[in-house]
């Protein structure tokens, strides 16, 4: 029943590096199991039944950055998070990257004040920033797409974060 | 601006055990990035071997100055603040925000948007409850409980979109009733959730009640007495779960909840187990609610009449200048409301919610404090883990149903 089955003997294909390595990136990311706020509850539904995120190759939540390439950040950043949330980043492996999901996270939302970070990039570098408070889950896995598109257009031998 | 004092680590030393100063015991940092601890509530842990001698709670992670930030904005506006406070429960924030408005400032409720207000808040209770029993699961290392959790979830999220546009942040429930009356299609979805939910819940039970792997973990752990969950001011399932008939629905009825008929589950167990079920019939008592309430749904209008605090609808504006001016005034200046403080509590699904509202004479609060079920729930867990393993932690931990966002706001 494989894939054999359907195409005959292929024998050879031929791709260039580029594709196969941003290929694998693209469909085994692993983001980090890691909520901040009402975002992360929009984030578990995204995970859970109708939404189903493991669709698009995430499967699986790491707890631990040492095993995630991907960092959602899902909710308000305080000042008192902010250090941790960048010991956190700088525990992930190369190649890395990081969703601001959220108003909060992007540039403060509806929070100008004293505590929150006016945008979480003012901490960790952003790739992806999705727009809504809070998102959709379907917006989430649109910003995961548009990730997914920014990966595929890498070159191997750049650097992976600026 | 005051000076940053550095605080050195003597001052802490009182916290954990003569032991730990002596190296025997192992100091363990849980969090602030944990997948159990519900958000980013971070734990230090005084262990020995795998008992916790010690539970040190450190909260202020998702510190957001929410009462601070209310401060600015008016009474109206101030509202969209309270959906962001505790995010499992953003019906009962608004409600529990806007009757405070509502007795500051005397305004009457039409009984159509109380009963609304009830159907509402109760749906979010159950949706609330799904998300504690998802995650509580998760905790358990029961994955399936959390999908299907959340497949109901969807649906009360799905009425909510339909009656607000938005999923979680409502803001629905508006000071002298609710934004607008809800679309004809509503009383469908609610009769069909709740017929529906009836099955769902006695499917939750089939998977978890009786597991006898479940029964394991649960009972007799986080043993909370009676008298240490009243002196610590734990209120809500946790506290019934302790033996303590106390719901503010039944207590100080409000939104004329005397008229429904529902009982308050009270269990005398005290532990982990107690709390789960406590919670489960609470969902079966809210479907009770939502039926009653639905069935004598009265007709009539949504908001209050009171123009001087309740924006006019839209179709008047062009054809009314006294309501193009009292929604401008409305909108840009805001009401005044009457020098005096003001207290209302509502229960929540976590506890007694409750708002107090410092008014000035000005169009904005002078003070805003939330008594949030979350942040005193949290201050016994030290008192329940003693003697404990982490695994057990766990388990405690999720059931007490702590909410990082309404014990930090």
Redesign the interface.
Known sequence: MGIEQKLGNMGVATTTLETVVNWSRTNAMWPMLFGLACCAIEMMAAQASDYDMSRFGMELMRASPRQSDLMIVAGRCSKKMGPVLRLLYDQMPEPKWVIAMGDCASCGGVFNNYAIFQGVDEVVPVDVYVAGCPPRPEALIHGVMTLYEKVNAQKVTAPVTA | MTQIQEVSIDQFKHLVSERALRGETMLLNMG????STH??LRLLLELDGETIINCISDI???????E??MEAKTYQKAE??TD?LD??NTMGNNLAYVMAVEKLVDLDVPVRAQALRVILVELQRIASHL?WL?AFGLDLAAMSV???C??E??LV?DIFEMVSGQ???TTYIRPGGLWRDVPVEFEKAVRDFVQLFHKRVDEYERLMTRNPIFIDRLVGIGYLDKKTALSYGVTGPTLRASGVNWDLRKATPYLGYEQYDFNVPVSDDCDTYARYIVRIQEMRESLKIIEQAMNKLPLGPVRSENRKFVPPPRSEIGVSMESLIHHFKLWTEGFLAPKGSIYNAVESPRGELGVFLESDGGPKPYRVHMRTPSFDNLAVLPEITKGHLVADLVAILASIDIV??DS?R
């Open positions: 602030p990035q944990h997948p958000g980013v202020g992670y998702l510190h957001t100055g929410i601070k930030n969209v603040m962001r995010y499992m998300v998802g959390f999908l299907y959340f497949r979830r969807e999220l999923r979680m942040m990082l966002g930090d």
